[in-house]
């Protein structure tokens, strides 16, 4: 068996972080390489680098055993490695073939784009992998598992034999994460070997051939699937033990902190995809929404935070009513929200971290006195949270976008957690974070509950609404089949009505079978 | 603890996170690259190119033995003409850049809360046209009422010109590119009709009068130097822009606007009001420009007043990078290069178009630095890398 690709001794500094130190790594042919860590280890780093868009400080690459230079993607890709990026790089307003092409186009007579060219190769790509997508669909239009599909049609396209997933799963179903990895397994069948990234340990046991575990920008140790277990897995990577069940006493539920009355909301294309649903959340205790997800669960979320306007129906926040209120009204009722789309609501990228710490509340004091803004306060917030919610960050002056995904989540919960709140709306609050951030989240969800927050919990991880709900609400194309008490709930049956299926039918059906 | 926390925080100065030095050695690069293409152009017309850039030097900044001169002269005699004519192609270039200054502001602006202005001529010629307005018509006032109020009215007249548009995006969704593009042609054909009809002055150009003295904003020295306070109006509003967009909440709300509309939403800022504002503020700078040439350097307004300040001031705000500092330099630059433009052209017969090639490659330069850093193979400090689509969420 040969390596196709090592990596050895890379070394890579930021200003102020070593994001890499002196890592060694192989990876061999036809295998899925699995590279876990904790947020900020340096899996990102490491592996723009691989792809040539950032240079190492030290450190030698080697692809089937030839020592490679790469100073760009363009050397990757000429190597034969591809990468689909932790955020993907596709452009929305362009249809599946533009973006396929993109930077590669073929010319019909040296001067016309050949689309059709390239539509019957993505076919064929797709055949081969069992890559279903429609060459001619816009990417905006396409949910993000699809996406996704797109990004690694794009890296087959450019004939990469390597190829590198960042974090693939954190943002898919269930049921498309069982896609991919059944993808990924075609691929391996084809020849191709595959390094992953992901925070989900279960994941790893399952597909990974072989086990890299970084922490600090340094290598900890690699552990062959079959030695491990989620637990090892999570010590290797923090450091010491977590604890992957959320330790929580029974809740204490007071009265009634939200209240929906049979609300509607469409989308922004205007669809409707909320449809009549009325549920309540009272002080003290958690609702978690489950529900695969693209079925009214974000819009729920963006009309109870007054980003998007009500058709019909009432949400009453303690007793006011706040349907089509402003945000900033909503906000100032105590309601805080943990957005699903970091990037999109929850910070402004090239804004320094301490600006971000506060996005919500700078018009208030002690954040700004008249109009002016004490930049002091501002930034003793900033470093007292970083501290508090151990932020990895070289200093709260760099801007969020130099943060590794999981440590921008950190900040937005760190903001919302800080103001005084009585409803908290927290959607998908660890995608892609790793476990030991993952833990200290629950936790302060819980402490937020104890504390008498009503906590709605929207979340596509089963895992996670299991842990942290005291009741359970699924929804399915746009309604609420059933809000069931946590301690009855199970995977099976949270499953069946997340299918939109009530499970009571179904046992009768199979009663009725001879 | 964790590997990061091991460094010391510092507090990074300048504009955009890195120090001052690295943010002006792109810039002082692209500009002298400008200056060597420039030249070969210059050696291409058949021109030395020393004459040509020693008449440039000199008609913007002026010479050195000339000034030392004019000082001895008025010293012993008390003669000051010779020192005049010395001082004359400096205090030039900073009447020119007065304009540049707050126009480039204007732009700036705009940018900052994700507007792209391009009314900015229009709005200045409003401006010019309201302040003359005042200038003219009202009599008797004393200087201290009558200059603010003359100033004012400029202000006010811009920023109902830029509101107009910003109130139809906000309201209409309509874009401000097309909007403010119509807004400058209505101003056009207006003032065509305000100079020809109720606005002109006795005659048959098509002028205003003259303004009242009182509206004047005074000169620091007599004529022909036209330097006047003007540019000390311009520096105190970069400053005041400066101050109030990244010290103010206000401020804040606008670049959250500009930088992430929806996380502003998020955090609950108003966004088309956001607009409104924006436009009227770019609007009144635009304005001010206008007041500041009526009533520092021309005294009246006449056609073709506004001589293209309004759309140069798209590139100031990109070379500036749209931080008022950065404008306040960048028109510096151009205020120069235009009046050392006209001493090369009469004295060393290149023709004033160089300039105009000059300034555009120092723009394109400025506007792509990717080119800057590979002729000078300046390391790229990474910043944030574009991201298309964002993978969260749809
Ligand atoms: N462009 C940058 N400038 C400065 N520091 C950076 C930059 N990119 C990453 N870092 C820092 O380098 C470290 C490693 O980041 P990286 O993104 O590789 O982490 P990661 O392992 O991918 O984490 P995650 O699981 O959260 O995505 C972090 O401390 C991060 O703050
Ligand atoms: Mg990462």
């Known amino acids: 068996m040969t390596n196709v690709l090592e990596l050895r001794g890379i070394t890579k500094r930021f200003p102020g972080v070593l994001a890499n130190d002196k890592v060694d790594i192989t990876l061999r042919e036809g295998k899925i390489l699995a590279l876990l860590g904790e947020n900020g280890a340096g899996k990102t780093t490491l592996m723009n680098i691989l792809y040539g868009l950032y240079k190492p400080d030290e450190g030698q690459i080697f692809v089937r055993g030839q020592e490679v230079d790469i100073q760009s993607p363009n050397d990757a890709i000429a190597r034969g490695i591809g990468m689909v990026h932790q955020h993907f790089m596709l452009v929305p307003v362009m249809t599946v073939t533009e973006n396929v092409m993109l930077g590669v186009e073929p010319t019909k007579n040296g001067v016309f784009l050949d689309h059709d060219k390239v539509a019957d190769r993505i076919r064929e790509i797709s055949d081969q992998y069992g890559l279903e997508v429609d060459p001619h669909a816009y990417i905006k239009d396409l949910p993000v598992g699809i996406q996704q599909r797109v990004e690694i049609i794009k890296v087959l396209y450019r004939q990469a034999d390597i190829l590198i997933l960042d974090e693939p799963t954190a943002v898919l179903t269930p049921q498309e994460v069982e896609g991919l990895f059944r993808i990924l397994q075609t691929l391996i069948d084809k020849g191709k070997s595959i390094i992953f990234i992901t925070h989900k340990l279960k994941e790893v046991m399952n597909a990974a051939d072989d086990i890299t575990v970084l922490r600090l920008g340094r290598i900890v140790g690699s552990i062959d699937p079959k030695d491990a277990t989620p637990e090892i897995l999570a010590s290797m990577m923090v450091g010491r033990d977590v604890n992957l069940v959320v330790m929580k006493q029974p809740a204490k539920p007071g009265e009634d902190v939200l209240k929906v009355n049979d609300l509607y909301v469409r989308d922004e294309r205007k669809n409707m995809t909320v449809n009549g649903v009325s549920f309540d959340v009272c002080k003290g205790e958690v609702l978690g929404v489950a529900g695969v997800q693209g079925n009214g669960q974000t819009e729920l979320v963006y009309a109870l935070t007054g980003l998007l306007p009500v058709e019909s129906g009432e949400i009453y926040l303690s007793g006011t009513a706040i349907h089509n209120k402003s945000p900033r009204t909503i906000l100032e009722h105590g309601v805080a929200h943990i957005p699903e789309d970091r990037q999109r609501h929850g910070l402004i990228l090239s804004f320094p971290i301490y600006d971000n710490m506060m996005l919500c509340t700078y018009y208030e004091a002690p954040f700004a006195k008249g109009v002016s803004l004490q930049e002091n306060v501002i930034q003793n917030n900033a470093e007292t949270l970083v501290k508090q919610y151990d932020v990895r960050t070289p200093n709260i002056y760099v801007n969020a976008s130099a943060l590794s995904g999981g440590n921008q989540q950190k900040v937005i919960v760190a903001r919302e957690f800080s103001r005084p709140i009585q409803l908290l709306i927290a959607s998908q609050p660890t995608r892609g974070l790793d476990v030991g951030s993952i833990e200290y989240i629950h936790n302060q969800i819980i402490k937020k509950r104890d504390e008498g927050t009503g906590v709605l919990l929207v979340s596509s991880e089963l895992d996670e609404i299991l842990a942290l709900s005291d009741r359970i609400a699924v929804m399915y194309k746009g309604q609420i089949m059933d809000v069931l008490d946590a301690k009855n709930a199970n995977k099976d049956n949270l499953g069946l009505l997340m299918a939109g299926v009530h499970p009571s039918e179904s046992t009768q059906k199979e009663e009725r079978l001879p | ?394």
Request: hydrophobic letters at 55%.
């Open chain 2, 1 to 394: 603890m964790t590997q990061t926390a091991t460094v010391k925080a510092t507090k990074p100065k300048g504009i955009g996170g890195g120090t001052l030095g690295q943010a002006l050695l792109v810039p002082a690069l692209a500009v002298l690259s400008g200056l060597i293409i420039g030249a070969i152009f210059i050696l291409a017309i058949g021109e030395n190119v020393l004459t040509a850039y020693g008449a440039l030097f000199r008609g913007s900044f002026g010479s050195l033995p000339a000034l030392i001169e004019g000082i001895r002269v008025y010293f012993s005699t008390g003669e000051n003409q010779a020192l005049v004519r010395a001082l004359y192609p400096f205090t030039e270039s900073l009447v020119t850049a007065t304009p540049y200054i707050l126009t480039g502001l204007s732009v700036a602006v705009g940018f900052r809360c994700g507007l792209f202005n391009i009314g900015a001529e229009g709005q200045f010629f409003i401006g010019a046209l309201c302040s003359a307005f005042v200038g003219y018509s009202i009599r008797g006032l004393p200087a201290f009422i009558h200059l603010p109020l003359a100033i004012l009215g400029g202000a006010l007249g811009g920023a109902v010109w830029g509101m107009i548009p910003g109130y139809l995006k906000a309201r209409f969704g309509a874009h401000e590119v097309v909007n403010t593009i119509m807004m400058n042609w209505i101003a056009f054909r207006l003032s065509d009709w305000l100079l020809n009809g109720p606005m002109q002055a006795s005659g048959f150009r098509p002028v205003t009068p003259n303004i009242q003295p009182t509206a004047e904003l005074p000169r620091f020295f007599a004529d022909p130097l036209r330097f006047n306070w003007g540019f000390v109006l311009a520096l105190v509003m970069a400053y005041i822009v400066y101050w109030f967009l990244f010290k103010t909440t206000l401020g804040f709300e606008i670049r959250s606007v500009g930088a992430n509309p929806d996380a502003a939403r998020y955090a609950g800022m108003n966004i088309v009001k956001n607009f409104v504002f924006v436009m009227a503020l770019a609007g009144g700078l635009a304005g001010m420009a206008g007041s500041a040439q009526v009533l520092g350097v021309d005294h009246w307004v006449g056609q073709g007043f506004a001589a293209g300040y309004g759309f140069d001031a798209i590139a100031l705000a990109l070379v500036g990078k749209s931080h008022p500092f950065g404008v306040v330099l960048a028109a510096l630059l151009f205020g120069f290069l235009r009046s050392g433009a006209t001493e090369m052209q009469s004295m060393a017969g290149i023709p004033i178009d160089i300039i105009s090639i000059i300034q555009g490659l120092v723009i394109i330069f400025i506007a792509a630095p990717a080119i800057i850093r590979w002729i000078y193979r300046i390391p790229t400090i990474k910043t944030e890398e574009t991201v298309l689509t964002r993978g969260w969420g749809s």
